[in-house]
């Protein structure tokens, strides 16, 4: 709204607004305003084809949740909005559609009441009800075959635990520090974007649901909500880290740093795993378009989805595929906060991370199974990455953290993670899913959830404290095996075809 | 019942005690006397919420298998009892509900005769149908994924054999000693807690049984039938071995340790892996709460379950979670009998009990995969165990003994667990499932089975004695492998989507 | 029948025959004679309730594979043959009754053309359609959990080729000799039990389709057909060798061998794996009783199956369970033959029976997977026998011989055990299956198969002659590596019940 | 047609054709011409049954798959001519039928557009549905059981990545060299039999996606089209390399490699892997010879598969099954071009072939999976054969390339044998199911995809060039564990019966 607007505005009606429904005449409704976005479309930085398929719609809610409240008014020109929609002229028909992910498995679904929820995998099997089929597709997705999806997981089944017995185990406490700063439990909750495709309070409820549970979030750069709003959501004395997608306008990163630092933030996460974005063909399938995460796939004018070399370009243009070694120096200038890599798959990289002397920390992580298939689980790395630090440092733990995520569903990981050398585990999927599933409320129970089983795994293992735990506590030497077993290659079991005998 | 009701109670009728129903009116009728737990039910160490649904009705089905016969009169005020109920008053409507595992799948279900039992498994398969579906809950679960549940049982079969020939095996003969007791087999009955539950014999029937095929059974401290019930109910000769679950009131445990003492008991076997109980969660999943165990769960007043850090804290009142190798001198001082340690899982832990000089053995057991999941199993503890023993002490045997118990469901078990150096094994689910399947008899052939088997083994080994069995009668390297390839992540793949091609 | 009856009999009702169908009065008819077993029945080597199910009827159906055409004259008074049926009375009721393994599923079956086998499987997959339920069970049966039964067949797949290339195979010969003799092929058709139960020519077939093939036949001692049946029907020229249960009768024994060796055998392969019979639960379940081959299980009067310790002791009177190395010097004085022993699991034994001097080599095998479960393959013991024998003995090939059956269904399988160092493959089920589906014609077509195969592989291989074959044409070093993922724990899947999450 | 038939042909009624339909009176009709092949059929090299088929009818579609354009006119005499066809004259049922792949299950199947397939595997599941049964059989079958084949692309999933963060990835290049000819890729299009078989365009649309798309095509010798049409399809600088079957007539081989090396080819890949043709059961089990290819069964005079002896002989008559190591100075008699051996399985056998220093690369393959089942993929071999070049040559890279082809489906399939020592893989199956389902577009979006995915994997790894590409960039320890796990034996499970229990 610019202010030569300021005389009141006609309300448009619906009908009219949908009658500008092609290419050459595009109108769309957006939070009650009429906009004609028929010249702005073909730049829309998440797609021209995105806003084609709500030509003369009104697309509030597929516009929500990949959007900061404040970005048309950055981004379009004033003059493009035509004024207020007539409320009472919009009817079903006139909405652009979503539909849930398992509509036609729901008929006789009924959600379970939130204290039914057993475990982590509960929230998730609940949340493929609950959440849109965009949602859905978009978070449970992972790279190609999902190899490492799965991986992630199953990696922590390849390691068992060694309890010691007869060890005074009365009081348990799980409390240490991430990074210098307290935690209640060691585990944070990791960056993930687009937290209103899970709920409408999104990465706020999870500012919320750390201050209660004295946590601490890494605020994601690709929020539905802005940093400005997740800083203020914060309580007194809560920690908060930030995580960074690094653009390649330096300008702009260095703003965003500033605004991390300004607003409290204690760590900067700089994700080093996504240069360019993975390809989750189970999130392409659905015809989803990741529109604030940058595209991967766009559709073309017929609407069929397209993967020309041009939309690898494009990408580009957005995350910054030369930020290297040399860009360290950088952000040490530009921050005092600690400095943490978020995504080093290799003792190589760790050591040099650690040698640069300029970064506190690394997340040993292949983001959540979404970017490299047959990248390694962030688990079985640290196996490789500990012993390599210990021979080569013999007190790099005073000034150097390893942290893990991906695949963590049982406090039983937890403690893995932390018998094998890790400070802390970051969770993401979990919060997703137990948010989308049942608001903050369900994230705290999820959490809750986590705190009650490493709660009785620390007793049962005989480590009252997190200093107790050792890594003569786990055995490991199944881990880096891989046979095969756990990976079902879906794509080729649903195409091969079996060999049958004769009397078949 | 006290002194003071010396007149003839007037019979209340049903229909009075239904009307006391809710949670500031609670009355309860159990085996025909009519209880007011108005006040009583909040103090119930089983959980308040267990009383609370049985509110106004019969409760003496769910009642009997979790209490000793004794707890009445040991645990609540004389006058809360109100008085006799009609018994003609009480209609099936007033009983408190019990319905079967398998109701929905059992219409054409007949059950085999006992002869038709040609093997362990299939004692578990009957009495998957003929057990209440809060016994099989309680019975067949395990912790968390089920995963060392089920490892268990599986890692026998990474163990294979290496049968000797041409040895003249004519006369076979199976017999041996446990802690210098003698054995029909190399197998005891481990101790279970709420015998009841399988069967209204319980606990009774098993002594009953091991007196008869003379094998020694570890009488359980959660029974269904009093200690003193259980001590008397054994032959001439027959040996009897004690479990203890260590009471943080020690004056309770030494009186609990010189009853079995005096009750003949040979052998103190102290529970060490159970500072906390764990999380079964197919049991939660029933519903059920493990009242004599002590619950995990409690249900709040809306029914749901719920998990509060408040239970993990009732629980530590019962079990002392401060038990340590400091207590063990106290044990010594306050009995004679042989002290085994029983859910011991490290070479240190067997190392340190060794040291102490006063164990005679330990158990090598993960609770029946019921406490830690991702804990190894037994027989591969045993694995890593003896050669540590032999390593360090020419002569251990001497005086040290070591048991394994945790899925052995063959002849063949039994073998491999000799073979790698155990004395004997405990038998633990399979005597539930045999009992609740057939009562004494079903026990006893189930025992048969096992004698059936082990001879067989044995004669095609090479092996007519115990004595014969070796280390190289079995091959063991595969034991540690843990590819992963038998973890059936049920709750993963219940809930993971499998990726499809374009043409499906 | 003897001398006495010679006056022409009175032909016997059948309807007469019915009513003498109890234990006390028990008439049976046999091949067109009535037999009076009342006295005889508890007698009966096979058990007494194999002959009480057939009471008052005509069993000849179920009496033939099981007994040799003299089995009546040799065993049984002549007086109590009562004398001859009246054909014309018998009607179908009165017939003992057999049914098929497959009869609920074979509503469309239709048998395939000989023609469209085109391997080893597809003759087991018809015959399961083709054989009696009881032939079925007997033959497909392995031993306890079935372990070794599946292990034996997988455990080739666990053996790589390392194919050469560029060298001239335009000729593929695949003549050997086994102990000296000739044979088209290594390989050889191994012992096996009751071969009426596949087909009423049963091991007469198979002698001449050896014979036509210029294969060895090793002839059973459990022989549906008497020895010297086995014997006359072999052509000029063709070899045949002689399987041996040892009888605890030494004289039966050395009067057997003796007719071996008088009837032109020249090997005795000596059974040392079968002290005492195997439990085989499928066969069991199928309440079928191996009366020839001596009952492990004796139905009791009720009908049910019993597994008394009785049992196991009159199986010993049959078998001789006290056969040990010191009995080889007798065989050596009582027969000129080669002696072979079958069913050698370990190195040590293969070094024993080379150390004896009186041993001309062994078979590696487990008895088909039908003795003891968990035992290894026999290609997994070659792999660890022949090491051991070239470290010891430089020129041990020269005077010793190694045998593998068990699992061999391809032609490269041949290839691999030849590699590894094995003479010749000794084949049983494939000849059974084959015989039963399309008798000797499929049998003849199931050897063409690995011909065919072998020469194909031979040629890929780069071997042209056997004699090319080594060690290096393959890789076996994940052979013993035993994870499970191929132990497929029917009994414990079909009973465990999975975790299920919450919205299931 | 010869001279002799000048005058005008009286058109030839489809009516009196059909009346030749027996063994002794046989005519068909071909690209609307009518033969009598009553004298001819026996000698087919195809087989005589496979014309038996098509007596009477026109076998057109048949013919043309697996005939070049000329072969009539090479091979039969002109008077077996007798005419044209008269085309109204010819009705639907006097075509010889062909039946799609999966008419069954196709009822509501939609073929899916080219944009929506968005992996390699998703071509395959759509070909399933286009290709006729004969083509699908032929493509997709593997050897006996199929185990190579499915270890082809499962080989890789036992190779795990290890990306290098913070790299500079802005500019990926993806061009390298084949024996020093430019590719825009490091992968060529491998020979694969019977184009014709995907696509009527078959080898041509080949070589026109190859011109576009600037890759590398082998041609192969059982081509559809004939050598000069291939070699005249291509463009201007476009590369080509020729594969060839050694023909026992030399003076064939030497004219065929000629016209390759006339035609501007390259190299010459010889396959050395076929001395014989594997048995492909899933083809043979449909029923369907392979004319072009050289049949491996001949339908007898009653119609069924019949393997006798005799096919095998027939084989060597069509490739030289006395191809050896002495032959290699022949061919660089013969020719210039660059000699591959095509078909390497051992380190051993690539030693030789460096060391003859006649050879300038070999490619590690097995055929596709098709020729001897047990073979180890290329990828394992590739693994064994690099530390033996490495050893023994200081600088064999400057002169001698490897080459894998085999299941080769994503882009990180390709980084992997690139990081592993291949120059480049071959890519076989995916263009003919490619070409199958789409034509040329399909192909060349086929390519597209590996190039996508190649971009991104390279981006992620932190290589930005070919040339960045290391063994340190994966991890192929469990490479050669051949647990068993996903040695899926179908035709040993659709036969097995598995145990269950007596409750079941």
């Known amino acids: 709204m610019d202010k030569k607007n300021t005389r009141i505005p006609t309300l448009i ?21 009429v906009y004609n976005l028929t010249s702005f479309y073909k730049q829309h930085p998440g797609g021209k084809s995105i806003i084609l398929q709500y030509a003369g719609k009104d697309c509030t809610p597929q516009f929500e949740p990949f959007h900061p409240s404040n970005i048309i008014q950055r981004m379009l020109d004033p003059n493009l909005c035509l004024g207020d929609i007539d409320p009472s002229s919009v009817q079903p028909e006139h909405k652009a559609g979503t539909t849930t992910a398992a509509t036609t498995a729901t008929k006789a679904w009924v959600k379970p009441h939130l204290n039914q929820m057993l475990n982590v995998f509960d929230f998730e099997s609940v949340a493929k009800h609950t959440l849109t089929k965009q949602g859905w597709s978009y978070y449970s997705s992972g790279a190609d075959d999902e190899i490492t999806l799965r991986d992630n997981h199953i990696a922590f089944q390849r390691i068992w635990l060694r309890p010691r017995v007869l060890v005074n185990v009365r009081h348990v406490d799980m409390a240490t520090t991430l990074l210098g700063y307290p935690s209640n439990l060691p585990l ?26 004295k946590l601490i979030y890494m605020l994601p750069t690709l929020s539905s909500y802005t940093l400005s709003d997740m800083l203020a959501a914060k309580g007194t004395h809560q ?10 306008d330096r300008q702009k990163t260095k703003e965003y740093i500033q605004e991390l630092e300004q607003g409290g933030c204690k760590a900067l996460f700089i994700t ?59 952000f040490k200038s530009v921050t005092t906060m600690k400095i943490i890599l978020k995504g080093v798959a290799t003792w190589e990289d760790v050591i040099m991370a650690y040698e640069t002397g300029m970064v506190d920390g690394v ?44 695949g ?29 599933a049942y608001g903050q409320a369900g994230l705290e129970r999820m959490l809750q959830l986590f705190a009650d089983e490493l709660t009785m795994v620390m007793r049962l293992m005989g480590t009252p404290t997190i200093q107790d735990i050792t890594s003569n506590h786990v055995t490991a030497t199944s ?8 990976v079902r290659d879906h794509l080729m079991l649903n195409t091969y075809e079996p060999l049958v005998t004769s009397s078949l």
């Open 188 to 213: 944070y909750i990791t960056a993930t974007a687009l937290g209103k495709l899970a709920h409408e309070d999104g990465e706020l409820a999870i500012v919320r649901a750390c201050g209660k549970k």
């Open 239 to 248: 920690i908060q880290f930030g995580q960074l997608y690094v653009n390649s």
């Open 13 to 33: 009606s619906m009908s009219e607004v949908a009658r500008h429904n092609t290419r050459n005449d595009l109108w769309v409704v957006i939070k009650g305003k």
């Open 272 to 330: 080093v795993d996504a240069p360019q974005l993975g390809r989750r063909e189970k999130d392409m399938r659905n015809k989803f378009t990741e529109q604030g995460a940058n595209v991967q796939a766009e559709e073309d004018d017929e609407g069929a989805v397209d993967r020309s070399e041009g939309v690898a370009r494009a990408i580009s243009e957005f995350i910054d595929t030369s930020l290297c070694w040399e860009d360290l120096a950088w």
């Open 479 to 486: 881990l880096s095996l891989h046979t095969g077993s756990n």
């Open 363 to 406: 997340v040993l992580s292949n983001h959540g199974g979404r970017q490299l298939d047959s990248a390694r689980s962030g688990i079985e790395v640290l196996h490789e990455v500990v012993p390599h630090l210990n021979k080569r440092y013999v007190d790099w733990r005073s000034n150097f953290e390893l942290y893990v995520d991906g």
């Open 408 to 436: 963590i569903r049982r406090g039983s990981d937890i403690f893995k993670a932390i018998a094998m050398g890790a400070t802390a585990v970051g969770i993401g999927r979990p919060v997703l899913y137990s948010l989308g």
